[in-house]
């Protein structure tokens, strides 16, 4: 089995401040943190550290960032052969201050080197022989439609950051995995809280084969592309440290599942469990389970139930 992302490769800077900065204001940082980040590289180490062969596809550039992420990957049994180096830009990076009191945060992300990831970086044979490929839009989208029209596997994509999408991308999509906002922005619809019945609707409306809902500590609403009922699955419950890249480590989780063989239930009802482990330390990657880590913990997971 084998799994594939293509996309971004960042390296996080997180800045501890007693509060965020105003407008125009400077506060003073207590310390200064860097850590592996991407969607598309946490997406690709959580993967690695629940099963074997997971490439990456992406871009660094020639510095000392570039050095730490390929470790990082590579630390995650993640493939980076085909993580190319990139002459003349940085490798991409995120400014995260973050308050301590609250956690609240600022992000300003410096794209870089990914921003330099064409389609030929993505006509190769770890795309093309894939049983899953992962995508998201943190790469130019031109990019990404390329790799969905030259994989022959199963092909999965996060729609994050919100952005318009090519033309024929959604066609090529087996699994489509929004957040609830990002599924609203995705259907045209207004913001707003909705039931999970009224999600499945905006998502069959999209004319995906197959969509996941990730809906944080209420679990994941399973949208099935056979017309079937939809599913709510529950989270497991855990005590939850921080949030950061659960989405991505359900993601990778979700990847793993389906390469295996699982149908996409079985594979969401292993992601929900990954993704809660992962909230339990501190950072995108802080706690990213193992395969004995989630199947320890399985029986924890509530059933599924149809949504009326």
Known sequence: MSVTVVGSVNEDVLVAVDRLPGRGETVVGRSVTRAPGGKGANQAAAAGLLGPGVHMVGRVGEDA????????????????????RTPGLPTGSATI????????????????????????????????????????????????????????????????????????????????????????????????????????GLARGLGVRSVVVTLGARGALVVPADGGPALLQGALAVDAVDTTGAGDCFTGALAQGLARGEDLAGAVRYAVAAAALSTTGVGARGALPGDDDVRAVLDRVPPAGEVG
Do not use: C, F, K, Y
Request: proline share 10%; hydrophobic share 45%; aromatic share 0%.
């Open 65 to 84: 960032p570039g050095d730490r992420q390929l470790a990082a990957l590579a630390g995650s049994r993640v493939n980076v052969s085909r993580v190319h």
């Open 97 to 200: 201050p973050v308050e301590d009191d609250s956690g609240e945060n600022l992000i300003v992300v410096v794209p870089g080197a990914n921003e330099a990831l064409t389609p030929d970086d993505v006509d190769v044979e770890p795309v093309h022989r894939a049983e899953v490929l992962l995508l998201q839009l943190e790469v130019p989208t031109e990019t990404v439609l390329a790799a969905a029209t030259a994989a022959t596997g199963t092909v999965v994509l996060t729609p994050a950051p919100p952005q318009a999408l090519p033309d024929g991308l959604l066609r090529r999509v087996d699994v489509l995995v929004p957040n609830e906002h990002e599924l609203v922005q995705l259907a045209g619809a207004a913001p707003g809280e909705r039931t999970p019945a009224e999600l499945a």
